[in-house]
Structure formats: C-alpha cells, structure tokens
C-alpha cells in the first residue's frame, strides 16, 4: 500500500455517491458499506483479469484512514498485484471527493484476494494475460 498523499494507484473502478441511507449513528458512512463498495470493485478487476466469475477470500490489511460523509463521491481503484494459479491479490484504493466536488481524499485501502471459480463455484486456473 502506499501514501495516502501521493493520489490514487489503479484504474478508477467504481464511482458512488454516499447517501443518508448508509450512515452509522455518528452520521459518518457506514464502514461496511464503504468495504462492500470495494469489494465490488475489487470484484470487477478481478473477473476482468480472470475472464470470469471470481469469489472474494480474504481481505488483508483493511485500514480505514478518514470517515466518509454524506454527499461524498466514493471511488474506488483498484490494481492486481499478484496472480497465481487460481487466485489474485487485488490492491483497492478507496477515495472520496468531498461534498461531490471538493478536495480528494484517501479514506481506505486494502488487500483482498480472489479466487477464479468455474460454474459450480470451484476453482479454475486464471488464464494467461492476454488469453
């Protein structure tokens, strides 16, 4: 993972606006919401990469570094960082643009792995890049 200072690392994924709806009792988004944001993200990059159907594993070193507050635009990056034969490590980037329009600012990262499934759920090879 890198700073949080130096802007985003990846492709933007996923792009969301934080509602009312999705606030914890201290008005702040809900932490879950924000992490099942990336892991959508995280999902889409990791079914691109695999050419299919993947399933979240793990998810490794999940910081949170600032709340995310109503109105704010989510956008979620993400990066593969390690392919094996079945499985990929997956770097998401989470930032938000305050107030829809204001300054940008990183508010989690984290590392999730993914696993290539086949359609009975088990695991397949990801294919070479480039396949």
Same mark, same amino acid.
């Given at each position: 993972m890198v700073g949080h200072d130096t802007g985003p690392h990846g492709? /933007?994924? /996923?792009r969301t606006l934080a509602m009312p709806a999705d606030t914890n009792v201290n008005g702040d988004i809900?932490?879950?919401?924000?992490l099942s944001q990336m892991d959508l993200a995280g999902g889409i990059a990791g079914g691109l990469r695999a050419k299919g159907r993947v399933a979240t594993v793990a998810?490794?070193?999940?910081?949170?570094?600032?709340?995310?507050?109503?109105?704010?635009? /989510?956008?979620?990056h993400t990066r593969i960082l390690?392919?094996?034969t079945t499985s990929?490590?997956?770097?998401v980037e989470a930032w938000v643009l305050r107030d829809r329009i204001g300054r940008r600012e990183k508010v989690t990262e984290a590392l999730f792995t993914f696993v290539?499934?086949?359609d009975e759920g088990r695991p397949r090879p990801v294919p070479p890049e480039g396949d």
């Amino acid at each position: 993972m890198v700073g949080h200072d130096t802007g985003p690392h990846g492709e /933007l994924t /996923l792009r969301t606006l934080a509602m009312p709806a999705d606030t914890n009792v201290n008005g702040d988004i809900f932490g879950g919401w924000v992490l099942s944001q990336m892991d959508l993200a995280g999902g889409i990059a990791g079914g691109l990469r695999a050419k299919g159907r993947v399933a979240t594993v793990a998810v490794d070193s999940m910081k949170f570094i600032s709340p995310v507050r109503v109105g704010d635009v /989510l956008c979620v990056h993400t990066r593969i960082l390690r392919v094996g034969t079945t499985s990929m490590g997956v770097e998401v980037e989470a930032w938000v643009l305050r107030d829809r329009i204001g300054r940008r600012e990183k508010v989690t990262e984290a590392l999730f792995t993914f696993v290539a499934i086949d359609d009975e759920g088990r695991p397949r090879p990801v294919p070479p890049e480039g396949d």
